[in-house]
């Protein structure tokens, strides 16, 4: 005899199904898939912690995916709903990184989308000590996790205005959302990640490992991560985000940004040791 097991949807399930539903209807979703080269990136990583302070890959990705976005301001543009039937695209100044993250909280599995506000006017020890706080924070500090406790005590009809008004207000959605997305897949051996989401581009974080890739012309074991980036074509044309999984490729690739902040901790540190 067939089973099963089903149970309503509560207002938390609702919230979320709603931030998906918005990428699925307001959404002419496009795909890119790209390789990333590692190899000076954990030479780098490996250098940062020695000289700032531990991190792990993650910041790095967040920063060059910021960085890419400032350099390529029209990945912030999201489509709004107009009253009644019309809609418009508005682009946003600021860089704002949306993160997926799935914690066990008394024994339960919740996912809430906590957000990075700045990434790309931080450093890469912000980064990581806001990614931290975002897995690590406890329940009663964590304003996602509030969040979420506040949901499960509203009502579907709550949660449905909700989404209702950040489909129409952007200074709401600024308040409530990121401009634009990282979405790690950290339990992935290898292969790429391909997200979706309420914002109008997000780099897909996806496999890394060893794999063997022509260099001058012969043979070479590299540390690569199978990157990707999912956009909403009606707003984000194709060689606009092109341009974007370029400039990711190229900072993840020559750590440019690492050097500068690197350089520019030592710069500080010969001026404070002159003034002292």
């Known amino acids: 005899m067939n089973t099963y097991h089903s149970k309503p949807l509560g207002p938390v399930e609702a919230y979320m199904y709603g931030l998906k539903s918005r990428a699925h209807l307001h959404h002419c979703l496009g795909n890119a898939a790209f390789p990333v080269d590692l190899t000076n990136l ?3 990583r490996k250098r940062y912690s020695r000289e700032v302070r531990a991190v792990t890959l993650m910041p790095f990705f967040i920063k060059a995916a910021a960085l890419s976005y400032r350099a390529n301001p029209a990945a912030t543009r999201i489509l709004f709903q107009r009253f009644p039937f019309r809609r418009k695209i508005v682009q946003f100044d600021a860089v704002d990184i949306n993160i997926p993250v799935t914690r066990v909280v008394e024994g339960e599995q919740v996912t809430f989308i906590g957000i990075i506000r700045n990434a790309d006017k931080l450093s890469i020890a912000e980064i990581q000590e806001a990614h931290t706080r975002l897995h690590r924070d406890p ?16 009502s579907k009809l709550a949660v449905g205005f909700y989404h209702w008004l950040i489909g129409r207000s952007p200074a709401f959605y600024l308040k409530n959302a990121g401009t634009c997305g990282v979405i790690p897949m ?7 990640f391909f997200p979706i989401g309420p914002t109008s581009a997000m780099f897909g974080i996806g496999g890394v490992g060893d ?3 022509a260099r001058d012309g012969k043979p070479a074991v590299r540390r690569m ?35 500068d902040e690197l350089q520019g901790a030592l710069d500080e540190a010969d001026a404070l040791r002159k003034t002292a």
């Open 42 to 44: 954990t030479a780098a």
């Open 211 to 213: 794999e063997v890739v």
């Open 225 to 259: 991560l199978q990157a990707s980036l999912a956009l909403d074509n009606y707003v984000v044309s194709g060689p606009e985000g092109l341009l974007l999984t370029q400039t990711f490729k190229q900072l993840v690739e020559s750590c440019s940004f690492v050097d």
């Open 139 to 154: 329940p009663e500090q964590s304003v996602y996790l509030q969040k979420l406790a506040r949901l499960r005590k509203s």
């Open 186 to 192: 950290d339990a992935m051996a290898g292969g790429h």
